[in-house]
């Protein structure tokens, strides 16, 4: 038991590899929401007090950082259970790859499910094929070394907005907290 | 073993939610003081005196409306305070005008210094106080007064199914609704959450297919900008329930999503106006949509057919409330928030127009043990309804209140007394009005004001005792009462704009 628990600690990658890909998810979730939150606010601003408007940041925050954390453990699961070869040993590059990928795949998800349309039911059917694609792009890319460059220079360069975003993350998160709590 | 049908185990379901939600009715409204009325405000959203048989329109809309009417008071010519849910209801609720409570935008609020100048505030606790807002717009407003409700449920409660979130948060249920079920998963264009929105659509999506709309032909009732539907029967049966649980003394604000659209008729009433019964033809306004006559017809029918579907509901939660002598220790108020309009290339009530079906709402009240039938023509507001309620339920009325006491319950006909309509949803809550319309309505005449509009400014009178369709202006014919009535509403939207100037 004891070396299977071993086994898996080994198997999560440093720090400083999961921050440059945690970097890439906020960069990625926030500013979908940060967009449409500022396109609300000039209908918003007609009646909303300065609170009003820090407490949907709050709460929009909060929705973010979860977002973020659970895209996180897809890569961090992938590096666990998959061979350490497959993923672990090239931890950021692929999960920067996946990230990506799977966001990219996401947003053109959202930009299909208007609620005041027909639900398009057959992109959703196409999800597993999508996955699928998605994985296969994660290890075609790593296979090219320039964008193996481009996408790690990516990921480092993004990190310092670690600096502004989890700071954020907390105090939103603690906000939430205190109005529910209190 | 007896069989136990869906609706019986939604009767014993309402009856079990109603001792685990309301465990404090049991121990202290029984103990409560009789001597104070019960008091039922039962609002339909969205629903037009114009369109209901009871106020005289030929299609027959509310046979049991008019049953309910026979042992009540039939207000004729009660305004609304707005044209939609939140001035409307806010309006209801403070006893104030728009332009006074400033919930004037959508999704909007009443000011933060007026919060405690609601209904629930004034009775005060000697009333156990229940708030239903099934509309989410109504529950924006309903719980900014959270701190003066005893119970209050959220829009979701007697639902078939629903992915509001705004629940889950019963201490901050305001901004969580306004936050997350009105931003983050609100269901209009592509979700505001990139990885949960999706996610939230695809699940609601699935159970939403799973539903069965038995008994709906044009699909379930739903409130489609948030993720809920609900069977009308289910509502009324929960409803049912709920009031006979209830121990005097309580005051109860069931604000009801129906018949707001999407018009989703039972199959009792599918179909029913296929009549080729036409209203009289209106020209369409400037600044109407431009529908086309057949859009606005076809619209109109549904409306009513949905209506009379809610009537039929309406009547067996009436049945219930007779068995249970409610209507011997209770005021019973039928009122609604705003009406709905199918004329002038318009339809529906997200309209900058003020026209008769827009702002002519119900309003019949029973009194405890009320035998007869009694009408009033004079014309009342929404505004009047706080301080008549506050009356009957032997408070003293503040003197925050712009309304009057309803004649027949405290009050006189006043021909003479003027009221005001305002619709500006694009007026900045903390800022003068520049663009909104206001109508006036002083005995007969209604004035009615488009401030703001291109070209100019423009003003419309009509007579609604000779000409309730609104077709004939007679601003220019009429110059003395057009130029009085006119004086009077600038004078009063200038004091309103007051504390607002720099």
């Given at each position: 038991?004891?070396?299977?628990?071993?086994?898996?600690?080994?198997?999560?990658?440093?720090?400083?590899?999961?921050?440059?890909?945690?970097?890439?998810?906020?960069?990625?979730?926030?500013?979908?929401?940060?967009?449409?939150?500022?396109?609300?606010?000039?209908?918003?601003?007609?009646?909303?007090?300065?609170?009003?408007?820090?407490?949907?940041?709050?709460?929009?925050?909060?929705?973010?950082?979860?977002?973020?954390?659970?895209?996180?453990?897809?890569?961090?699961?992938?590096?666990?259970?998959?061979?350490?070869?497959?993923?672990?040993?090239?931890?950021?590059?692929?999960?920067?790859?996946?990230?990506?990928?799977?966001?990219?795949?996401?947003?053109?998800?959202?930009?299909?499910?208007?609620?005041?349309?027909?639900?398009?039911?057959?992109?959703?059917?196409?999800?597993?094929?999508?996955?699928?694609?998605?994985?296969?792009?994660?290890?075609?890319?790593?296979?090219?070394?320039?964008?193996?460059?481009?996408?790690?220079?990516?990921?480092?360069?993004?990190?310092?907005?670690?600096?502004?975003?989890?700071?954020?993350?907390?105090?939103?998160?603690?906000?939430?907290?205190?109005?529910?709590?209190? | 073993?007896?069989?136990?049908?869906?609706?019986?185990?939604?009767?014993?379901?309402?009856?079990?939610?109603?001792?685990?939600?309301?465990?404090?009715?049991?121990?202290?409204?029984?103990?409560?003081?009789?001597?104070?009325?019960?008091?039922?405000?039962?609002?339909?959203?969205?629903?037009?005196?114009?369109?209901?048989?009871?106020?005289?329109?030929?299609?027959?809309?509310?046979?049991?409306?008019?049953?309910?009417?026979?042992?009540?008071?039939?207000?004729h010519s009660h305004s609304a305070g707005g044209n939609y849910t939140i001035p409307g209801t806010a309006s209801l609720l403070t006893g104030t005008y728009p332009w006074t409570h400033r919930?004037?935008?959508?999704?909007?609020?009443?000011?933060?210094?007026?919060?405690?100048?609601?209904?629930?505030?004034?009775?005060?606790?000697?009333?156990?106080?229940?708030?239903?807002?099934?509309?989410?717009?109504?529950?924006?407003?309903?719980?900014?007064?959270?701190?003066?409700?005893?119970?209050?449920?959220?829009?979701?409660?007697?639902?078939?199914?629903?992915?509001?979130?705004?629940?889950?948060?019963?201490?901050?249920?305001?901004?969580?609704?306004?936050?997350?079920?009105?931003?983050?998963?609100?269901?209009?264009?592509?979700?505001?959450?990139?990885?949960?929105?999706?996610?939230?659509?695809?699940?609601?999506?699935?159970?939403?297919?799973?539903?069965?709309?038995?008994?709906?032909?044009?699909?379930?009732?739903?409130?489609?900008?948030?993720?809920?539907?609900?069977?009308?029967?289910?509502?009324?049966?929960?409803?049912?329930?709920?009031?006979?649980?209830?121990?005097?003394?309580?005051?109860?604000?069931?604000?009801?999503?129906?018949?707001?659209?999407?018009?989703?008729?039972?199959?009792?009433?599918?179909?029913?106006?296929?009549?080729?019964?036409?209203?009289?033809?209106?020209?369409?306004?400037?600044?109407?949509?431009?529908?086309?006559?057949?859009?606005?017809?076809?619209?109109?029918?549904?409306?009513?057919?949905?209506?009379?579907?809610?009537?039929?509901?309406?009547?067996?939660?009436?049945?219930?409330?007779?068995?249970?002598?409610?209507?011997?220790?209770?005021?019973?108020?039928?009122?609604?928030?705003h009406g709905e309009m199918f004329e002038r290339g318009e339809k529906a009530h997200a309209t900058v127009l003020l026209y008769d079906p827009v702002v002519h709402i119900p309003l019949i009240?029973?009194?405890?043990?009320?035998?007869?039938?009694?009408?009033?023509?004079?014309?009342?507001h929404a505004v009047d309804v706080l301080p008549t309620l506050l009356q009957v339920a032997g408070k003293p009325v503040p003197s925050w209140c712009e309304g009057r006491l309803l004649p027949?319950?405290?009050?006189?006909?006043?021909?003479?007394?003027?009221?005001?309509?305002?619709?500006?949803?694009?007026?900045?809550?903390?800022?003068?009005?520049?663009?909104?319309?206001?109508?006036?309505?002083?005995?007969?005449?209604?004035?009615?004001?488009?401030?703001?509009?291109?070209?100019?400014?423009?003003?419309?009178?009509?007579?609604?005792?000779?000409?309730?369709?609104?077709?004939?202006?007679?601003?220019?014919?009429?110059?003395?009462?057009?130029?009085?009535?006119?004086?009077?509403?600038?004078?009063?939207?200038?004091?309103?704009?007051?504390?607002?100037?720099?």
């Amino acid at each position: 038991m004891t070396g299977y628990i071993l086994s898996i600690t080994e198997k999560i990658p440093k720090l400083e590899e999961i921050a440059p890909v945690y970097a890439v998810i906020v960069m990625m979730i926030y500013p979908w929401t940060l967009t449409r939150y500022f396109w609300k606010l000039s209908s918003w601003i007609l009646f909303a007090s300065v609170g009003d408007l820090a407490a949907f940041f709050a709460y929009m925050v909060v929705v973010n950082l979860l977002e973020s954390i659970l895209i996180l453990l897809v890569p961090l699961a992938m590096s666990i259970v998959l061979p350490g070869k497959w993923f672990y040993d090239r931890f950021k590059t692929r999960s920067v790859a996946l990230v990506l990928f799977g966001l990219g795949y996401l947003i053109y998800l959202n930009k299909n499910l208007h609620a005041d349309s027909p639900f398009p039911l057959t992109l959703v059917r196409w999800i597993p094929m999508a996955l699928v694609v998605v994985l296969l792009l994660v290890f075609l890319v790593d296979q090219v070394g320039f964008l193996r460059r481009v996408l790690d220079e990516l990921a480092n360069r993004l990190t310092i907005f670690l600096y502004i975003s989890i700071p954020v993350s907390v105090i939103a998160l603690l906000v939430v907290l205190i109005r529910n709590i209190i | 073993m007896p069989d136990i049908n869906r609706r019986s185990f939604l009767k014993l379901a309402g009856a079990a939610t109603s001792a685990v939600l309301f465990p404090r009715l049991d121990s202290s409204l029984k103990q409560g003081d009789a001597s104070f009325p019960n008091i039922i405000v039962l609002l339909f959203d969205a629903m037009s005196a114009r369109n209901l048989s009871v106020y005289g329109y030929p299609r027959s809309t509310a046979s049991n409306l008019e049953r309910f009417a026979e042992h009540a008071t039939v207000y004729h010519s009660h305004s609304a305070g707005g044209n939609y849910t939140i001035p409307g209801t806010a309006s209801l609720l403070t006893g104030t005008y728009p332009w006074t409570h400033r919930a004037i935008n959508y999704g909007g609020q009443v000011k933060s210094n007026m919060v405690e100048d609601n209904i629930f505030h004034a009775l005060g606790k000697d009333y156990h106080r229940l708030a239903f807002g099934q509309n989410v717009w109504a529950q924006f407003i309903l719980t900014q007064f959270m701190a003066d409700i005893d119970t209050f449920l959220p829009s979701s409660t007697f639902g078939e199914l629903d992915y509001l979130l705004s629940k889950y948060f019963p201490k901050d249920q305001n901004m969580a609704a306004r936050a997350l079920d009105d931003f983050v998963f609100k269901m209009e264009r592509e979700p505001a959450s990139m990885v949960f929105g999706p996610l939230h659509r695809m699940l609601y999506f699935r159970d939403s297919t799973k539903l069965k709309p038995k008994g709906y032909p044009r699909g379930l009732p739903q409130n489609v900008n948030y993720p809920l539907y609900f069977r009308l029967e289910d509502v009324f049966d929960g409803l049912a329930s709920l009031l006979q649980d209830l121990s005097s003394p309580f005051f109860t604000y069931i604000h009801l999503f129906p018949p707001h659209a999407p018009y989703r008729a039972s199959d009792k009433f599918y179909s029913k106006f296929l009549d080729g019964w036409s209203p009289v033809k209106k020209p369409v306004h400037r600044l109407g949509d431009g529908l086309s006559d057949l859009v606005i017809k076809t619209e109109r029918r549904y409306y009513d057919e949905y209506l009379a579907s809610l009537d039929w509901e309406f009547g067996r939660l009436l049945d219930a409330m007779e068995d249970a002598g409610i209507f011997e220790n209770s005021y019973v108020v039928i009122t609604s928030d705003h009406g709905e309009m199918f004329e002038r290339g318009e339809k529906a009530h997200a309209t900058v127009l003020l026209y008769d079906p827009v702002v002519h709402i119900p309003l019949i009240i029973s009194a405890p043990g009320q035998k007869v039938r009694s009408d009033v023509y004079a014309p009342t507001h929404a505004v009047d309804v706080l301080p008549t309620l506050l009356q009957v339920a032997g408070k003293p009325v503040p003197s925050w209140c712009e309304g009057r006491l309803l004649p027949g319950l405290g009050g006189v006909e006043d021909m003479e007394r003027s009221h005001f309509i305002v619709e500006a949803k694009s007026t900045p809550a903390f800022q003068p009005f520049k663009k909104a319309t206001i109508a006036m309505q002083k005995g007969n005449y209604k004035l009615i004001y488009y401030m703001g509009y291109e070209p100019d400014d423009t003003f419309e009178l009509y007579d609604l005792h000779a000409d309730i369709e609104e077709l004939d202006d007679l601003y220019p014919a009429q110059p003395a009462i057009a130029r009085r009535m006119k004086e009077e509403l600038l004078d009063s939207l200038f004091d309103s704009n007051k504390p607002y100037m720099k």
